[in-house]
């Protein structure tokens, strides 16, 4: 079961349509939702959204930047 609401998901769906490519697994929503989160409060909320777009741009599986984004944390 997933913690992400059903009217979140239903719009990724409808603008994944209107982007013309294929909506993220709920898994991969709840990894960019986590970094996301960790982008936030590492920094400022604002830092949330590009955290994904560079992710996104960068190429990198959800995990992948998530994982790279908390060592940011370890390495000071």
């Known amino acids: ?10 719009w990724i769906e409808r603008y994944a349509a209107a982007l013309a490519v ?8 709840e990894t960019l ?3 996301a ?6 920094s400022h909320r604002q830092a949330a ?9 960068a190429g990198l599986p959800v995990d992948e930047a998530l ?3 908390r060592q940011l944390d370890e390495e000071g």
């Open 1 to 10: 079961m997933s913690d992400v609401e059903p009217t979140a998901l239903t």
């Open 22 to 29: 294929d909506p993220p697994p709920v898994a991969d929503v």
């Open 33 to 35: 939702l986590a970094l």
């Open 37 to 42: 989160a960790h982008a936030a409060h590492a």
């Open 49 to 57: 959204p590009v955290a994904c777009w560079l992710a996104a741009t």
């Open 67 to 69: 994982a790279r984004a």
